[in-house]
Nanobody, 115 residues
Framework: QVQLVESGGGLVQAGGSLRLSCAAS????????LGWYRQAPGKQRELVSA???????NYADSVKGRFTVSRDNAKNTVYLQMNSLKPEDTAVYYC?????????WGQGTQVTVSS
C-alpha cells in the first residue's frame, strides 16, 4: 500500500509564501507523474500544476509565474512552492501521484490567504 501525507498548509497574508509537501511511503518504486489540485468552497476541484515522469511541467494560468512544482526522488516527496499568494488561492490543496500506473491522493491541506 501507498500512503501520502501532505503538509505545509496554513494561514498567510496576501503576498506571502507557503511550500506544500507530499511525502509518499509504503510500497513505492518511485513516483511517476504527479499533480497538485485545489478545491475552493462551492467549486470543483481544479488542476493547479502537474509534472510528468520526465520532469515536464505545466501550470494553470492563474498560478503561472507564482507557483513551482518540484520533486525529490530520493525522498519520494513532491512539493508545491507558492509565492505571491492571493486571497483567491484559498482552497484545500491535494497532491495526486502515480506509482506504477496507479493513482493516489493525499488527504488535503488547507491554504487560507487573507487580504
Amino acid at each position: 500500500q501507498v500512503q501520502l501525507v501532505e503538509s505545509g498548509g496554513g494561514l498567510v497574508q496576501a503576498g506571502g509564501s507557503l511550500r506544500l509537501s507530499c511525502a509518499a511511503s509504503g510500497s513505492i518504486f518511485g513516483i511517476n507523474a504527479l499533480g497538485w489540485y485545489r478545491q475552493a468552497p462551492g467549486k470543483q476541484r481544479e488542476l493547479v500544476s502537474a509534472m510528468t515522469d520526465s520532469g515536464a511541467t505545466n501550470y494553470a494560468d492563474s498560478v503561472k509565474g507564482r507557483f513551482t512544482v518540484s520533486r525529490d526522488n530520493a525522498k519520494n516527496t513532491v512539493y508545491l512552492q507558492m509565492n505571491s499568494l492571493k486571497p483567491e488561492d484559498t482552497a484545500v490543496y491535494y497532491c495526486n501521484v502515480y506509482i506504477l500506473g496507479s493513482g493516489y491522493w493525499g488527504q488535503g491541506t488547507q491554504v487560507t490567504v487573507s487580504s
